[in-house]
């Protein structure tokens, strides 16, 4: 068993920055794919960062370049540097892990074992 714990949501302006932070605990021996996942009202699921056991990364077409996954040195706390930020990128977010080796935006969300609670990101116009 993994808990995944978010923070560092908020509300910000059209072209500000945010940090989401996710702490792992539990069973965090076992490498996997770790990921960020959106969901807005009315909408998808969508994936927008993923990072696999080699540290290798990838992004929905949606962030690219403007968002970066990253883990800290203990690989126990998983990070989500927002900038640019769009309206359309208010949503509640969610840190995700699941089996390592398929690791990319085409990976259906249902697929991941382990999921926080959300974090809520605010971008006004």
């Known amino acids: 068993q993994v808990q995944l714990v978010e923070s560092g949501g908020g509300s910000v302006q059209t072209g500000g920055s945010l940090r989401l932070s996710c702490a792992a605990s539990?069973?965090?021996?076992?490498?996997?794919?770790m990921a960020w996942f959106r969901q807005a009202p009315g909408k998808e699921r969508e994936g927008v960062g993923f990072?696999?056991?080699?540290?290798?990364?990838s992004y929905a077409d949606s962030v690219k370049g403007r968002f970066a996954i990253s883990q800290g040195n203990s690989k126990n706390i998983l990070y989500l540097e927002m900038n640019s930020l769009k309206p359309e990128d208010s949503a509640m977010y969610y840190c995700?892990?699941?089996?390592?080796?398929?690791?990319?935006?085409?990976?259906?969300?249902?697929?991941?074992?382990?999921w926080g609670q959300g974090t809520q990101v605010t971008v006004s116009s």
């Open positions: 990072i696999e056991t080699d540290g290798s990364t």
């Open positions: 995700a892990a699941g089996w390592s080796g398929y690791c990319d935006p085409m990976r259906p969300w249902d697929s991941f074992d382990y």
């Open positions: 539990g069973n965090t021996d076992i490498s996997y794919c």
